[in-house]
């Protein structure tokens, strides 16, 4: 259940959760598997496992959410072969052009057809609010897999004012002077892996793994204009990660320390193990937040 990824999001009103109401809301847009004819499906499942109905769990003020979607695999080149026959056919049989638009209704046809035979594949996507301190986590790696968890969540209950974290300084600017040895902030170790961009249209792109991140082979590529877009971390020996310049945390690696912890509170009661691991990944995290914002400033105040 530790996160492999993260994106935040910052809930600029307090909605005064209701663990009772957000359980009617919740069942409303419960997960059920594709029909026959349907191409996917996405709705809630409970974080705490197949066998479990609980669709949301709280601690410690944070509720976890787990979103699942599924999808009939269709692979494009079947039906494009499939498309082409048919074209060929009726172009021979009735001595004419099928045409795009034409092409276009056979090939919805054709999926039609194939969806009760397809394959599915399933995924889950994982997330917390902090209603302590209004964050929202999703272990996701991308905004795109993430929106589709906001989208159903504001589904869900109907409101959900969201931002994404606003820093008064540019990340990229002062990772980049991090690789300066300049103002690095005591809670952190640079890590040996980043990702330097030339910013521009054809701007190059310099990827570096097992590196010293302070070396002069560095230095001459931000002397010559790159900056660091993506950099490796570790924060006070609890947490390593790859920070990127937009504040999404991928990578995510919790300490041995921290898991045990989970491991041993746990006491071999899969739900007590869920609850605490959860505990201390949200305890973590509502840590690390404020930290990382002020890295670079701090957080810029909401809009009026």
């Known amino acids: 259940m530790w ?58 003020g944070c509720f976890m959410l787990c979103a699942r979607k599924e999808e009939k695999i269709l692979p494009a080149a079947v039906i494009k072969d499939k498309l082409q026959e048919k074209v060929q ?32 594949k399933s995924q889950r996507t994982f997330a917390y609010i902090d209603t302590r301190n209004n964050w929202l986590y999703v272990d996701a790696s991308s905004h795109s897999k993430a929106e589709a968890l906001i989208n159903l969540l504001r589904e869900t209950v109907g409101s959900l004012p969201l931002m994404l974290p606003q820093v008064q300084e540019s990340p990229a600017v002062v990772m980049s002077q991090w690789l300066r040895a300049e103002d690095v902030p005591e809670d952190i170790v640079l890590g040996n892996e980043c990702e330097l961009r030339e910013f521009g249209e054809e701007g190059s792109i310099l990827r570096c793994k097992n590196q010293d991140l302070l070396s002069e082979e560095i230095s001459q590529h931000l002397d010559a204009g790159k900056q660091v877009v993506k950099l490796a971390l570790n ?10 310049d937009d504040l999404s945390l991928k990578r995510l690696k919790f300490s041995d320390k921290l898991i045990t912890e989970g491991e041993e509170a746990g006491d071999a009661d899969p739900i007590a193990r869920f609850d605490a691991d959860f505990s201390l ?24």
């Open 235 to 244: 924060w006070q020996d609890c947490i390593q990660l790859v920070l990127s």
């Open 89 to 120: 056919l009726i172009e021979a049989r009735e001595d004419r052009k099928v045409y795009r638009k034409e092409q276009q209704t056979l090939k919805d046809d054709i999926i039609h057809d194939c969806l009760p035979q397809a394959f599915t």
């Open 3 to 60: 996160f492999k990824n993260c994106l935040f999001y910052r809930l600029s009103d307090d909605l005064h959760w209701d663990e009772d109401k957000l359980a009617e809301q919740l069942e409303k847009l419960k997960f059920s598997p594709c029909g026959k004819r349907e191409p996917s499906k996405y709705g809630w499942v409970s974080p705490l496992g197949q066998d479990h109905d609980q669709l949301q769990h709280w601690s410690n």
């Open 281 to 304: 990944l949200s305890a973590e995290l509502a840590r690390l937040t404020p930290s990382l914002l002020d890295w670079f400033g701090g957080r810029r105040a909401d809009p009026i």
